[in-house]
């Protein structure tokens, strides 16, 4: 009998089609890999190294971080950019979400769009993710929209404390306990 589960490297290749791009860390856990730079090449990877800012607002959060993509289109787009695309890969990783039903949307600036969407059994579901950058009318609006128009939302976020607050800006928007249920709150490090 033949074994149909991928290898991490079929999984990465298969999953860097609907993610994007992924950080060297989130590739050491989902798959057990390290890659380095002649891997990257057998592999037909590009690899992209930035230093940026992993959480808005923390200066402890500046770090070196290693990003590869299939396509080299991602490695002339800007840092925040790429944090957004594995902060959004490191969300459907956190909910099992498969890849087959997701679509990620985060390399384009449209706010009024989910930055992903996937299909659930009872309708389609929103994701979104935020590095603390958003104004508080920004969080506001997206729980908003976002909880009239879709039948779930996953917001994932990269900082603790900006978990805490969408959490309480969530109960106020939607009180009801019926309502929270449709909501997934992530804490999503993708650095890590």
Request: proline letters at 5%; glycine letters at 6%; hydrophobic letters at 45%.
């Amino acid at each position: 009998m033949f074994s149909m589960t991928p290898t991490p490297t079929e999984a990465l290749l298969d999953d860097l089609v609907v993610d994007h791009v992924l950080s060297a860390g989130q590739i050491k856990r989902r798959y057990g890999l390290r890659l380095n730079p002649a891997r990257i090449h057998a592999l037909g990877l590009t690899p992209i190294e930035r230093v940026m800012v992993t959480v808005h607002g923390a200066p402890a959060s500046v770090r070196a971080v290693q990003f590869v993509a299939l396509n080299p289109r991602w490695a002339r787009q800007e840092s925040w950019m790429l944090g957004h695309l594995a902060g959004v890969a490191e969300a459907r990783t956190l909910t099992n979400n498969p890849r087959a039903l997701w679509r990620s949307e985060a390399g384009r600036l449209d706010s009024a769009r989910p930055d992903a969407v996937y299909l659930m059994e009872r309708g389609m579901a929103a994701v979104e993710f935020d590095t603390g950058s958003y104004d508080n009318a920004t969080v506001r609006r997206k729980l908003r929209e976002f909880g009239r128009t879709y039948a779930h939302v996953i917001y994932a976020v990269s900082g603790q404390r900006r978990l805490t607050y969408v959490r309480r800006r969530l109960a106020i928007e939607w009180p009801s306990a019926d309502d929270q249920e449709r909501f997934t709150l992530v804490h999503a490090p993708w650095w890590a």
